[in-house]
């Protein structure tokens, strides 16, 4: 995978764009022939689960527009990220921005069956992601948690990255990030509301669960401080022939894919995947559940 300098190779997507937020297409790309909506797996008692099972937990109707909050019942100011169901089980909202490398090595097997292109392609990172880019600061582009059992020292360590007394006469320095500077003061792909880095990707990369091994921003810092490997799953992934579009925005817990009818119905008919086809110009906004109420 390498950095495109150059982000016009994704300037069609600006074209097929809405404005706003009234619907799905405020991010993802109208004119294909149809959708499916990929549920990001949520949690019970720390294990993966799936909407289904959580909605029959809580006697709710899983469908394709529905929206976590009314699937676990959430009262007006409850909080929806962390609920009690009816079997006294604790249910854990879905991750937002993000598919985990094994939901989409899934995906991408249906991907790469269904495009010319599955050795040629292009991931899009949205640059907001934090630690992914470097920039002028007084404090790092991302920190490990450190903890410490002395309050004193619990102090000094809180001190090291948040020092406002002496910040204010520190001039700005380059604080890294996962990519280099090159790419991080590089042009971005503009689209409404959102920039992103692109690189080159073969759309095939990704059938493979340890595709993370392969990605340009992986955080190889984090691994050097013990961490296990990790990147970012693309925040859009699409191919040479853009005969489909991923799409995980940052603010959905839940991962789009425009295609085919037939990727479609592969996606939405595989057991390892939990995915529902949607029409074009859904709307996946917090209130637009309206079977939930």
Not at 96 to 122: I, R, S
Not at 228 to 235: I, L, R
Not at 249 to 256: A, H, L
Request: some cysteine.
């Amino acid at each position: 995978m390498e950095w495109i300098a150059n982000p016009s190779v994704g300037d069609w997507l600006r074209e097929r764009l809405d404005p706003g937020f009234a619907s799905m297409h405020g991010v993802v790309p109208r004119g294909y022939p149809a959708y499916a909506r990929v549920f990001h797996p949520p949690l019970v008692d720390d294990a993966p689960t799936t909407w289904a099972a959580t909605a029959a937990a809580f006697g709710t109707t899983l469908h394709g527009l529905a929206q976590w909050q009314r699937i676990v019942r959430t009262p007006v100011d409850g909080d929806w990220r962390t609920r009690i169901g009816p079997d006294g089980r604790e249910y854990s909202a879905p991750l937002e921005g993000e598919l985990d490398p094994e939901q989409l090595a899934a995906v991408a097997d249906h991907l790469v069956a269904h495009t010319t292109t599955p050795d040629a392609g292009v991931a899009a990172l949205w640059e907001g992601h934090g630690g992914l880019l470097g920039h002028f600061g007084q404090t790092p582009s991302s920190a490990f948690a450190v903890s410490s059992d002395d309050p004193h020292h619990q102090a000094m360590l809180n001190r090291s990255t948040h020092d406002p007394f002496n910040n204010v006469f520190r001039k700005p320095t380059w604080q890294e990030g996962i990519l280099s500077r090159a790419i991080s003061e590089g042009p971005r792909l503009q689209l409404p509301d959102r920039e992103h880095v692109l690189f080159s990707a073969a759309p095939r990369t990704f059938a493979d669960p340890d595709w993370v091994l392969h990605a340009a921003w992986r955080d190889v810092a984090a691994e050097e401080r013990g961490f296990p490997p990790s990147a970012q799953s693309p925040g859009i992934l699409w191919p040479e022939d853009r005969a489909w579009v991923l799409v995980t925005e940052v603010d959905f817990d839940s991962t789009i894919v425009a295609g085919s009818n037939e990727l479609i119905r592969a996606i939405c008919t595989d057991a390892r995947i939990e995915a529902l086809p949607i029409r074009e110009g859904a709307d996946l906004g917090w209130d637009a559940d309206e079977v939930n109420r």
